[in-house]
Structure formats: C-alpha cells, structure tokens
C-alpha cells in the first residue's frame, strides 16, 4: 500500500519535460515547496541540525562517496560506535534501498510505519497536497532518521544542488563535491561552470567544504560559490596514491574510486574531530581508523560482478553509469575486470539503455572504442519495461519516462552502436574486425526479454562450440541495472 501510493506521486513525463524545456526555472521554488511539506510534516528544517549531517552532491561518483562516507563512519575505531543514516538515490530494485541504518536498508514493516505516518500527517495539515516522488521521500528520510535517532545523516543530493529538496538543511557538519562533469543540461546549465553553480549551491555559511579535484572551469565557480555563501573553508582533496592507500583495497571496484575515497576520508576526518572532538591521525595515508570501512564498502549496482549459482556459464558486470565521463570510467573498469575474470573461449555481449534526453552517439563512443581490445559480440538495446508480462513490483514502476511502444530510442541507440563501431573502425582502433563487419545489435521490448535472449544465446553459443562463458556488461542506466537484478531475482543489499 505504501508503495502504491508513493508511486502516485511520481511526475509523469509531461511535467517533467516541461520543467526541462522551462530550462530549470520552474524549479526555483522548489525550496520553499519543500520547507512548507516539512513543516506539514512536523519538522522545522532547524530540527535536522541535530542529525549531524553531511550532503554531496556532484555530477559522478557523489553516490559511491557517500556509501564510501556512511562505511568509513560505521565501522570507525574511536570512542564510540556511530549509528549512521544514508539517503541516495535512485534504488535498484526495493525503494527502502533509498534509506539505510546502519548500511540495510529499513525493513519493510518500518517503510511502511513511517510511510503513512508522513502520509497521515500531510492528509490533515494544510490542503492536504503531497509533494512528488522523490521530496517525499526526501522528507520520509528525514523523518526516519529522527525517529531512528542516528548519530549522523549522510545525504545524497538528486539533482544538481542549489534547488535540490535535500537542500532546505540550515547547518551540515560538512559538505562535498565529487567529480563534476555535464549531465542534466536543460535544467542545470550546459557548461561546467553553470553546473558548479548548481553543485556549490549546498554550501553553507560557517560549514567547511570539500571537493575533489576538478577542471579548472568547475573549481573556479566551486570556489566563487563558497565565497559567496560564506562556507568556511573549501579544501581540495587528491586522490589517493598507491602508497598513501598502502596495500588497503578499496570495497568498490574501479580506478576512479580513489578519488572518491579521499573524498569520504576528508570529510569523516572533518566530521570525527568537529562531532566527536576526536583527532584524527592521518600521518602520509589513509587514517588507520578508516580503514576497515573503506575495504568493507559496498555499493550495489556500480563496479558489481556477479556469477549466479544456476547459470556459472554467465558472468555479469554492473555499472549504472550513465554521463558520458562515468562511461568513459566503466568501459576501462571492464577493460580491466574481464581480462582479470581470466575466461578462455568467451563471448561478451553488452545489454545498454539509457533514459532521458542523452545523447546515444556519446555515451556508446566510449565503449565502442575499446572492441580492440574487448571485443563485443552482440549489443542489446532495451527500455527499462522490467518484466513482459503485468506481473511487476510496484517498485519499479517508472511514470518519469515516456512510454515508447515503437522503441523508437533503442532502435536509434542500436544504430548509434553500429555508427560508432564503424567510426572506431575507421580511426584503426578496431584491429580485430574487418572493414564492412556486420555489427549484431538486437532490441527487445523489456528487460526480461533481455535476460532469456541472454540465456538462450549463451545455450546455442555453448552447443554449436562456439563459446564456454559469456560475459555481459550491463550498462547506461541504474535503472536497467536494477530491472536485471530483479529479472534474476537478487537479494537487495
């Protein structure tokens, strides 16, 4: 029931596209909406102060740096055990996976109290109006973290930043910025400064910033921005060295994830000795405190390889990525992953969607210039329509995207593959295909047509010979990749 009425609030496609064509402006009140919906609910946004807490945003990796940020701080070695909050977004498969205690996500029986509890609340306050999907979950988070009574709150920011829902907080403990880049245009900008403008809207007067290292377009609006509302310090924070990390392994795979751990290592140092009046010893590496969390991170559905019991020929690998920069990144974490996975006789397949108005040339670019080395053997083109049938979880019901019963944006992401295959062809990086190779691309109407294509096409492929194992990188959306998992019935983590 919770779930049902939480999915009538999602905006449908119309409102949403008219938000983007309005070039964000229709968003500007978004923050006094969102304070009046608290207030409805109970809570003055001063109330949250006591929450300890601590907001990222960024164009990738914000999500990662988080889970990173929630890890180091529960698992820390110091005077007491810290009882953390998270809030990001979106889920993968189960909409609790949006609030966690303690790195679960909140069981079902306690989504649902608290749930109707907000509900019940804003039914008898004011007109009785409901904010949209992700505000009210933005103000269930909070509700649940105050009645949870967690020592700190880490909040991922949805969209951009200044006029983001999880932005009407007065006084963090401290803020970030993860890796910038171009992403959501028609609502935050189409330049990286007009983007950093959004993202450094989170600062606050008096409350240091972090940020990781960034272009020098970025950093300089990064750094306008903090001068502006008066935070108190904006530090830039390096990645980690292969000897500063000093043989720790860091939970979530991918080269780039120590640029996000030093991220979360700055900002839980910042938080340990402001909060806790602890010092935290850094010496020339990773605090000694921090590093159980970081080996121990985990955050599903990016960097995530997984090999299911009852199909051992089929290794998938997971990445929601879904900007171009982020793409550039998972096609070299894949490079990588599958020559480690150290398969003889193999087929690859990629299974890609993307949501929105991207654009498909640019985000399959990157993947297609790397079949000189990783070779893709068939590409799947498919919507986010999880299962073919009207059985669905409510979960994954998505009104924020058209319905295109001509697959008309897989059609053209298929022929974006076969353009860009030619191009890298073209430009010599594709050695192992001749001139004129047919590219196989296929579209399907769901998800679940896509997981028994795959099936069927690892059982002939293993029959005629012509393959022991096949590897599938899914990617493009975390959308997607949740609608497979849930095709392949995982656990939610």
Not at 217 to 242: C, D, K, M, Y
Not at 247 to 255: F, M, N, P, R
Not at 337 to 354: E, I, M, P, T
């Amino acid at each position: 029931d919770a779930v049902e009425k939480l999915n009538s609030l999602q905006t449908n496609f119309a409102v949403l596209d008219a938000v983007r064509k309005s070039g964000g402006s229709a968003n500007k009140n978004a923050l006094p909406e969102m304070v009046e919906f608290v207030r409805r609910s109970g809570y003055e946004p001063e109330d949250f102060d006591e929450l300890n807490l601590i907001h990222v945003t960024g164009t990738k990796g914000k999500g990662s740096t988080c889970a990173l940020t929630e890890s180091i701080l529960r698992n820390y070695e110091g005077s007491k055990k810290i009882k953390t909050g998270l809030y990001t977004s979106p889920h993968l498969m189960e909409v609790r996976e949006r609030i966690r205690i303690n790195g679960a996500p909140i069981s079902q029986e306690l989504f649902a109290k608290y749930f109707f509890e907000v509900w019940d609340r804003l039914d008898t306050s004011g007109d009785g109006s409901k904010p949209g999907y992700f505000r009210y979950l933005t103000a269930l988070a909070f509700h649940v973290f105050k009645q949870e009574k967690v020592d700190v709150a880490i909040l991922e920011v949805g969209i951009g930043g200044a006029y983001d829902s999880t932005n009407i907080i007065h006084k963090p403990v401290v803020c970030g910025v993860a890796a910038l880049g171009i992403d959501h245009v028609s609502v935050l900008g189409s330049t990286l400064g007009q983007i950093a403008w959004n993202k450094g809207g989170i600062f606050k007067e008096g409350v240091p910033a972090f940020t990781s290292e960034q272009p020098e377009e970025g950093l300089t609006v990064l750094q306008s921005r903090a001068e502006e509302l008066h935070a108190s310090e904006l530090n830039v924070v390096p990645a980690f060295t292969t000897e500063q990390l000093s043989g720790i392994t860091i939970g979530l795979a991918g080269k780039h994830q120590v640029a996000n751990a030093a991220l979360a290592s700055a900002m839980c140092r910042a938080w340990v000795e402001k909060t806790l009046g602890e010092k935290v010893e850094t010496g020339s590496g990773v605090p000694k405190a921090f590093a159980k969390g970081l080996i121990s991170a985990q955050w599903p559905g990016r960097g995530q390889i997984m090999v299911r019991n009852n199909k051992p020929r089929i290794t998938w690998f997971f990445d929601g990525a879904h900007t171009a920069e982020s793409i550039r990144v998972c096609a070299d974490w894949f490079k990588e992953a599958v020559q480690k996975d150290n398969q003889r006789n193999v087929k690859r397949v990629l299974l890609f969607n993307c949501t929105g108005p991207r654009d498909g040339d640019t985000l399959l670019g990157p993947l297609a210039k790397i079949q000189s080395e990783i070779q893709f053997d068939h590409a799947v083109f498919t919507p986010t329509v999880t299962f073919a049938s009207n059985t669905y979880r409510g979960d994954l019901v998505n009104n924020n995207a058209a319905l295109d019963l001509e697959l008309t944006t897989q059609k053209t992401l298929a022929a974006c593959w076969t353009k860009q295959v030619g191009l890298a062809a073209e430009a010599g990086s594709l050695q192992k295909q001749s001139e004129g190779a047919v590219v196989n691309t296929t579209v399907l109407p769901s998800i679940e047509h896509s997981v028994n294509w795959i099936d069927d096409y690892v059982r002939v492929a293993v029959a005629k010979g012509e393959a022991e194992h096949v590897q599938v990188l899914v990617t493009g959306s975390l959308h997607l990749v949740g609608g497979i998992q849930s095709v392949l019935e995982c656990d939610v983590i």
